[in-house]
């Protein structure tokens, strides 16, 4: 609960009550000042968030090195990446990071560029602040300038089919070549486009799941050692046998070894004949699950980790082996409903239920070598559900860290075309058409918005900026050029990083979902909205 604590007055310099004002003038009116100040220290704490990620929008982008209070070290250029790890103390400033955050939910690329932009507005904002137009003013002209400039992207977007692989792969490329793995982006773009695929109904579907793509990573080989599967692949090692074919695979809940009482209890044991019956007694209790997992036909055995005792006990694991049981334990809880609904099983949780009914079936269960580890592969799954599975590889942790960051980016991308079917050239060129459409818009709207509207879409030309000042260009001519090209109506004209020129940058395949430039439009303008409507910060009492 926020309380102000408001101090009453007496003797105001009021005539009629004979009083006379002890403060002086120039401090009477001083408290009027502070909304001004609070809001200009709001704007400036969110502009330095944004100028810290600036230098790494785009292909030319530099990458930041994070390092952790434990040591830890990141290398990233990813927007969201870098935000998220980074210490933020002012509240203001910490709006930016949930800012970078939604964009990174709602479509999973443009996590950068949406911060620059909110950066920019709020530029734009003070500007307008300081010639004296009332927060309320310019926030309603953001209200509809996020409006009118998602009308038009949509007039420049281009629909796109999910049946045409290559388009798919193009926008996939886009959202890889500003990462640190760029390199590997025709590799990886190809199992992001791939995965969504494999688990898409591209006739019905408006929504993907990405949680049904299972990304493995693995310490050894280089990125293009990476696959996608079609199966399910574990990190762990097998136990008993190492390749199982016509398997019956049973996921269980409940642990193979001796019980534990409830309580912490002691149990003395006096001599050895006692010591042998207990032995024995925990002998046959683990023999008889065994004996009951064989009669339902399960030869693959996936046991669920436990925290109250081990799951599968030695004892357990040698009667396994001898039965041609594989085994493979410590399955996290998590993979649980993945795994189920891969391979079309179900979970047991106690021995009653374990009935050839709730195993799956696969053609081959193997357990292969894979740089310095092992991983088993599940492959012939018989009624697969819709889930796919990556083997990601890299030479070291930094780089296998990024390569997962990227490739979660790259299935966003194809995601967002999943959803809205539609894609809008890159390079800066929805930015500077967005400045132009907005401000032929602002001519035609009366009073105050019309000056408002045309300051803050002036806003947007800080994205091609951006992009040339990181690519080593003349920003300035090369966004004058930009211009001209949207003023004569080439509406696809971007800044061509490879080249180092304005060309139509459709047909150099830089392209991005339409999803991803409207939600950075709308959720920035959002942002710059809540901003500009603090005009007080209060410590909050506490109970």
Known sequence: MATTAIKPTMGMGDKRSGGSSNIPKSRQFKDKEKPTHIRESNIVAAKAVADAVRTSLGPKGMDKMIQSGSGDVTITNDGATILKQMKVLHPAAKMLVDLSKAQDIAAGDGTTTVVVMAGALLNSCNELLSQGIHPTQISESLQTLSEQGCKILEGMSIPVDLSDRDALLRSASTALNSKVVSQFSSLLSGIAVDAILKITDLKEAKMVDIRDI?????LGGTIEDSKLIEGLVFDHRAHGVNKVEKAKIGLIQFQISPPKTDMDNQVIVSDYAQMDRVLKEERQYILNIVKAIK??????????KSILRDAVSDLALHFLAKLKIMVIKDVERDEVEFICKTLSCRPI?????????ALGSADLVEEILTGAGKIVQVSGILNPGRTCSVLLRGSNKLVLEEADRSLHDAVCVVRCLVRHRALIAGGGAPEVELALGLADYARASPGVESFCIR????????????????AGLNAIATVTDLRNRHARGERNAGINVRTCCVSDIIEENVVQPLTVSQSALSLSCETVRSILKIDDILNATHD
């Open 349 to 357: 949780a106690s021995l009653d239920h374990f009935v050839p009914e």
């Open 295 to 304: 009669k339902a036909g399960c030869n693959v055995l996936l046991v669920q």
């Open 214 to 218: 299972k990304i493995v990573k693995k």
């Open 455 to 470: 300051c803050l879409a002036g806003a947007f030309e800080t994205i091609p900026y951006t992009l040339a000042q990181n």
